[in-house]
């Protein structure tokens, strides 16, 4: 059965839900109480969905690992297909630490060379998120990682990569999904017309070159059913196939025991409401 931890340290910071499927990140609330993160009614998803990814809550904040495609795994002598939006985000974790401030837990899946293992942690400020990826198999296996957190399209919206200029989305319009990637220096902000705080994802580039955003209005699962949303997805490549990553050579490999981390911070800036600057 599935298990919700919450980490509610300082009631002036961050609040953040943690589930014990996917070890899925939940909600993330600011300090002003505002939830950023989708959030919907559907149930925890059984393992490995036959409709995929929309099968699940179709909400939340998932990492996708070794593909977001499900497509047949291109390592040697591997068999199996990649379940789409990887292999971890319908398993069970297990819950490995855990304190007001900190939770880590550890994921695995059968027949899956790579182990995660993920620690939350809140501050007064700041959400700290850290995905360790190990290799347990016996051989290098090449991957593609990418952060996938849904967050909630509310309002018209500015996203700012770094100091380019900013990305204006008209909440209103057209039912429509769709991607596109951007190299970056590890700095993207999201900021919603009305609130009183911008949400500021922050990452190594050493780690994640790439950042992906999908945006979907109003369209996936199902035009005009479900939930808007943006996503900013630090990520190793700059596709969602491992093997097109393969190919471009962004595909990231760990040899047999070799291990390493993505970290992300969520932080939150204040603004004047009702304004873009």
Same mark, same amino acid.
């Given at each position: 059965?599935? *298990?919700?931890?919450?980490?509610?340290?300082?009631?002036?910071?961050?609040?953040?839900? %943690?589930?014990?499927?996917?070890? $899925?990140?939940?909600?993330?609330?600011? @300090?002003?109480?505002?939830?950023?993160? /989708?959030?919907? #009614? $559907?149930?925890?998803?059984?393992?490995?969905?036959?409709?995929?990814?929309? +099968?699940?809550?179709?909400?939340?904040?998932?990492?996708?690992? =070794?593909? %977001?495609?499900?497509?047949?795994? =291109?390592?040697?002598? &591997?068999?199996? *297909?990649?379940? +789409?939006?990887?292999?971890?985000?319908?398993?069970?974790?297990? /819950?490995?630490?855990?304190?007001?401030?900190?939770?880590?837990?550890?994921?695995?899946?059968?027949?899956?060379? !790579?182990?995660? &293992?993920?620690?939350?942690?809140?501050?007064? *400020?700041?959400?700290?998120?850290?995905?360790?990826?190990?290799?347990?198999?016996?051989?290098?296996? &090449?991957?593609?990682?990418?952060?996938? @957190?849904?967050? $909630?399209?509310?309002?018209?919206?500015?996203?700012?990569?770094?100091?380019?200029? @900013?990305?204006? !989305?008209?909440?209103?319009?057209?039912?429509?999904?769709?991607?596109?990637?951007?190299?970056?220096?590890? &700095?993207?902000?999201?900021?919603?017309?009305?609130?009183?705080?911008?949400?500021?994802? #922050?990452?190594?580039?050493?780690?994640?070159?790439?950042?992906?955003?999908?945006?979907?209005?109003?369209?996936?699962?199902?035009?005009?059913?479900?939930? #808007?949303?943006?996503?900013?997805?630090?990520?190793?490549?700059?596709?969602?196939?491992? %093997?097109?990553?393969?190919?471009? +050579?962004?595909?990231?490999?760990?040899?047999?025991?070799?291990?390493?981390?993505?970290?992300? $911070?969520?932080?939150?800036?204040?603004?004047? !409401?009702?304004?873009?600057?």
């Amino acid at each position: 059965m599935s *298990k919700c931890i919450e980490l509610f340290p300082n009631q002036a910071g961050p609040k953040v839900s %943690i589930s014990t499927v996917g070890g $899925r990140i939940v909600q993330i609330s600011d @300090p002003h109480g505002f939830s950023w993160l /989708v959030e919907t #009614s $559907r149930p925890e998803p059984e393992r490995n969905p036959n409709g995929g990814f929309r +099968d699940g809550t179709q909400g939340g904040w998932d990492d996708c690992i =070794p593909s %977001i495609d499900s497509e047949e795994d =291109p390592n040697p002598e &591997r068999d199996g *297909k990649i379940s +789409d939006h990887g292999d971890f985000w319908s398993v069970r974790w297990d /819950v490995a630490d855990f304190s007001d401030a900190t939770v880590t837990l550890a994921g695995s899946r059968q027949g899956q060379p !790579l182990m995660l &293992r993920k620690s939350v942690s809140v501050n007064h *400020k700041s959400v700290f998120v850290t995905l360790r990826v190990t290799n347990s198999g016996l051989r290098p296996y &090449r991957f593609l990682y990418s952060g996938h @957190p849904l967050l $909630r399209w509310t309002a018209d919206a500015r996203v700012q990569i770094d100091d380019a200029e @900013p990305i204006d !989305l008209a909440r209103s319009g057209t039912p429509r999904n769709y991607k596109w990637f951007v190299s970056w220096k590890g &700095r993207v902000e999201l900021r919603l017309e009305g609130t009183p705080h911008s949400l500021v994802l #922050s990452q190594s580039t050493l780690e994640t070159p790439w950042l992906g955003l999908c945006v979907n209005r109003d369209f996936w699962p199902t035009p005009g059913i479900g939930h #808007s949303w943006i996503a900013l997805e630090p990520t190793t490549s700059p596709t969602d196939s491992l %093997i097109e990553a393969i190919r471009s +050579d962004s595909a990231r490999e760990l040899g047999a025991g070799e291990e390493c981390e993505f970290t992300t $911070r969520i932080s939150f800036e204040e603004r004047a !409401l009702n304004s873009y600057s």
